[in-house]
């Protein structure tokens, strides 16, 4: 499958209500020190930040002449197109090209890389290959093996410097961080500065699903904008246009919750820690306690960086299920985030005693916030494992 630089123009497309406000800043002319872009994976955040970074460096001309970032996806889309400009540069100048490639001297990106942890050397993956991948696969992550993945200080202090001086080819610097909610609260705090005292020429963009999980100083001095989940006909729509998972595209956009990254995840074979949470879930209904104890047990000592984001996967997928099921628990007309597992989801929450769906979403809640606090991985499943027991009980 090729994965040309155009295929990423995709799910912008239907950004409509974020890029207008970039854009009457834009055309106010008073851009904000920061701004701090915010919704879910896969929905066209780093695409929105690299497109305005083309619009302020575009040596074509502004993005007057350029491609119309608005077309409509689909007859479904039933959103207003009108009376909005592309946002974007040319996209064909060297610029625009360079911006899109990653490689523009004053467009800087940052994201999360292994760091060494615990005085033990990691994997550190080079940024220059991560960023080549990301180039090519705007909707995909590259495989890092080990490590802690986040942003440090290392990273905004070799930064810091190069924003004193004018930014090398004239136009504005555009610096961007993705994943923000990974960098180090060292990092955040070393960040401030230069946004508190902004540079001449430069403007911060920061990507996150988890806002909350950035200091509130870092969030108050940012512009939010926020960016929607994409529909399901617009996902569907964008698989058929790139020729992935041909005849099945619905059904795959029905399970992507609104995020491209995530369709593309299920038509490629999987989702990150599904597969996994439904067991955890079916064993609890079941009461196949020595299973889970002994994968439980498992992870105890591991808590290396890749294993505790794929327990945040598998804890985020744990949290739609038992969301689901507290959703059929109370009567509601509200879609299944997991409709492949609607018979299944609706028999636990049909037999359960009430309320124990809510139950559960607390209890996944809760290990959320313990993997985040770096507890023992074995302890926090063995915990969840006991507090899901309840969905068993008829
Ligand atoms: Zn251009």
């Known amino acids: 499958m090729a994965w040309g630089k155009k295929v990423s123009a995709g799910p912008l497309l239907n950004q409509e209500r974020a890029l207008a406000l970039l854009e009457r800043t834009l055309s106010s002319g008073e851009l904000p020190p920061a701004y701090l872009f915010v919704g879910p994976h896969g929905v066209g955040k780093e695409e929105a930040a690299l497109a305005l970074a083309q619009s302020l460096n575009c040596q074509s001309g502004a993005g007057e002449e350029g491609p119309d970032l608005f077309e409509a996806a689909g007859s479904s889309s039933s959103e207003p197109h009108s009376g909005i400009r592309a946002l974007r540069g ?3 100048c060297s610029a625009c ?20 942890r615990g005085g033990k ?10 960023l080549a991948f990301k180039a090519d696969n705007p909707y995909r992550d590259p495989e890092i093996s080990t490590g802690s993945l986040s942003i440090g200080i290392a990273d905004v202090r070799e930064i810091i410097p190069q924003l004193a001086y004018a930014p090398v080819e004239g136009g504005k610097r555009v610096v961007i961080f993705r994943e923000s909610e990974r960098m180090t609260e060292e990092a955040q705090n070393a960040l401030l500065k230069s946004m508190e005292e902004p540079p001449p020429h430069t403007i911060f963009i920061l990507t996150t699903h988890r806002p909350n999980a950035l200091l509130p100083t870092v ?17 569907s729509y964008y698989l058929r246009e790139h020729g992935i998972a041909s005849g099945d595209e619905m059904n795959v956009a029905q399970l992507a919750r609104g995020s491209l990254k995530r369709a593309i995840c299920i038509a490629e074979g999987g989702v990150p820690g599904r597969e996994e949470a ?35 996967s598998v804890l985020e997928e744990l949290l739609s299920l038992a969301r689901d099921v507290a959703v059929v628990q109370s009567g509601g007309k509200v879609a299944l985030m997991n409709p492949d597992r609607a018979d299944m989801l609706r028999d636990v929450g049909r037999r359960a005693p009430d309320g124990a769906g809510l139950q559960a979403l607390e209890a996944v809640t809760d290990a959320c916030g313990e993997v985040d606090s770096n507890v023992n991985l074995a302890l926090i499943y063995a915990t969840l494992f006991d507090a899901l027991i309840p969905l068993g009980i008829h």
């Open 90 to 92: 040319c996209g064909i």
């Open 278 to 312: 439904v067991r955890l879930l079916s064993w609890a209904v079941e009461g196949r306690n020595r299973e889970a104890l002994a994968w439980a047990a498992g992870y105890t000592f591991k808590t290396s960086g890749v294993m505790l984001t794929e327990a945040r």
């Open 121 to 130: 050397k990691g994997d550190p993956a080079d940024p220059t290959d991560v």
């Open 219 to 235: 969030r108050s001095r940012s512009r939010i904008v926020h960016f929607r989940p994409l529909k399901a006909e617009e996902i």
């Open 97 to 116: 090209s360079r911006i899109g490639r990653y490689s523009h001297p004053d467009v800087i990106v940052r994201m999360p890389l292994p760091r060494p």
